[in-house]
């Protein structure tokens, strides 16, 4: 009998893009998770998709870990160049896969570390409200337990889950569109782990992510995709433009500051939602 190995897969911060630009990208990835999971040798214990990285704990030796992510960033650049016509969008993306630790409580402090990357980022005050990801998935009894795929036809199936793949017949879908993480994740484990709701709250609060959440200007406090929608608009109605690229470097500059002043973002957060060089950024800002 193998032993058991757990591995911390994350991938490094894109600071000049975003892997998710809308909800429905966010959908897509968060069932792409789903089918490679099914198709892989690994099993996932606890993951969240953030604008511009990924995090995922997962149960298996190194070589089934890295060729998860492998195929996950795989299939997921594939819908991104279909989409936004960007080609090999994550194939510089770099991966950490680091082996954790069973005895003790690293285990515990690794989910709870990536269960609150989103509160962090300061977009919600507890990982259970954020739905890209395990965040809702652990000690919830009250979490609807969707509608099985099966249920839907072959057709609509490949619609949904953006793939051909045939998927399990234990996937569910959430009201919004996308397999609940229960379908497939290892919750009784995870829940065993921790052993008490009280208990887990205690690591999340304690996590270094829960720490940043506490520190003075603890910013942005809004999600990448908000800012992103509202650019069009800031375009037409400051300068009659009809997107960025239209801008002069004056009015993109003003814009940034506009972005600033109306949603106390800062320069990494400009940087990666417009895809400008954070020293670029910097620049511009400095020059206002």
Same mark, same amino acid.
């Given at each position: 009998?193998?032993?058991?190995?757990?591995?911390?897969?994350?991938?490094?911060?894109?600071?000049?893009?975003?892997?998710?630009?809308?909800?429905?990208?966010?959908?897509?990835?968060?069932?792409?998770?789903?089918?490679?999971?099914?198709?892989?040798?690994?099993?996932?214990?606890?993951?969240?998709?953030?604008?511009?990285?990924?995090?995922?704990?997962?149960?298996?030796?190194?070589?089934?870990?890295?060729?998860?992510?492998?195929?996950y960033k795989r299939r997921y650049s594939k819908y991104y160049q279909e989409k936004y016509g960007v080609r090999e969008f994550l194939r510089g993306n770099g991966v950490d896969i680091r082996l954790l630790e069973l005895e003790g409580e690293s285990l515990e402090r690794a989910i709870a570390y990536v269960q609150m990357n989103c509160v962090a980022a300061n977009i919600c005050m507890h990982p259970s409200l954020y739905p890209w990801g395990t965040g809702p998935t652990f000690f919830n009894p009250n979490r609807p337990e969707g509608k099985p795929l099966s249920l839907f036809?072959?057709?609509?199936?490949?619609?949904?889950?953006?793939?051909? #793949? %045939? &998927?399990?017949?234990?996937?569910? *879908?959430?009201?919004? =569109?996308? +397999?609940?993480?229960? /379908?497939?994740?290892?919750?009784?484990?995870?829940?065993?782990?921790?052993?008490?709701?009280?208990?887990?709250?205690?690591?999340?609060?304690?996590?270094?992510?829960?720490?940043?959440?506490?520190?003075?200007?603890?910013?942005?406090?809004?999600?990448?995709?908000?800012?992103?929608? #509202? %650019? &069009?608009?800031?375009?037409?109605? *400051?300068?009659?433009? =009809?997107? +960025?690229?239209?801008? /002069?470097?004056?009015?993109?500059?003003?814009?940034?500051?506009?972005?600033?002043?109306?949603?106390?973002?800062?320069?990494?957060?400009?940087?990666?939602?417009?895809?400008?060089?954070?020293?670029?950024?910097?620049?511009?800002?400095?020059?206002?």
């Amino acid at each position: 009998m193998r032993e058991l190995e757990i591995y911390l897969v994350s991938t490094d911060h894109l600071e000049d893009r975003l892997w998710f630009r809308e909800d429905v990208d966010f959908k897509v990835g968060m069932n792409y998770v789903a089918l490679v999971s099914a198709y892989s040798n690994v099993r996932i214990l606890a993951f969240i998709l953030m604008s511009n990285h990924v995090h995922f704990v997962l149960e298996g030796n190194e070589e089934d870990a890295r060729s998860f992510i492998s195929e996950y960033k795989r299939r997921y650049s594939k819908y991104y160049q279909e989409k936004y016509g960007v080609r090999e969008f994550l194939r510089g993306n770099g991966v950490d896969i680091r082996l954790l630790e069973l005895e003790g409580e690293s285990l515990e402090r690794a989910i709870a570390y990536v269960q609150m990357n989103c509160v962090a980022a300061n977009i919600c005050m507890h990982p259970s409200l954020y739905p890209w990801g395990t965040g809702p998935t652990f000690f919830n009894p009250n979490r609807p337990e969707g509608k099985p795929l099966s249920l839907f036809s072959r057709r609509a199936q490949v619609r949904i889950l953006n793939s051909k #793949a %045939i &998927p399990p017949k234990t996937f569910r *879908l959430t009201e919004d =569109g996308y +397999v609940d993480p229960s /379908s497939y994740v290892t919750v009784s484990f995870v829940e065993r782990l921790f052993r008490t709701p009280s208990r887990f709250n205690y690591f999340l609060q304690n996590s270094s992510k829960a720490k940043i959440r506490l520190e003075e200007n603890a910013l942005p406090s809004f999600r990448d995709q908000s800012i992103l929608t #509202a %650019i &069009p608009d800031l375009c037409r109605s *400051l300068f009659r433009k =009809g997107n +960025v690229q239209e801008l /002069s470097r004056d009015q993109l500059g003003e814009l940034l500051k506009q972005l600033r002043f109306r949603f106390s973002t800062d320069v990494a957060q400009l940087s990666r939602i417009l895809e400008i060089p954070y020293e670029e950024v910097a620049r511009l800002l400095d020059s206002l």
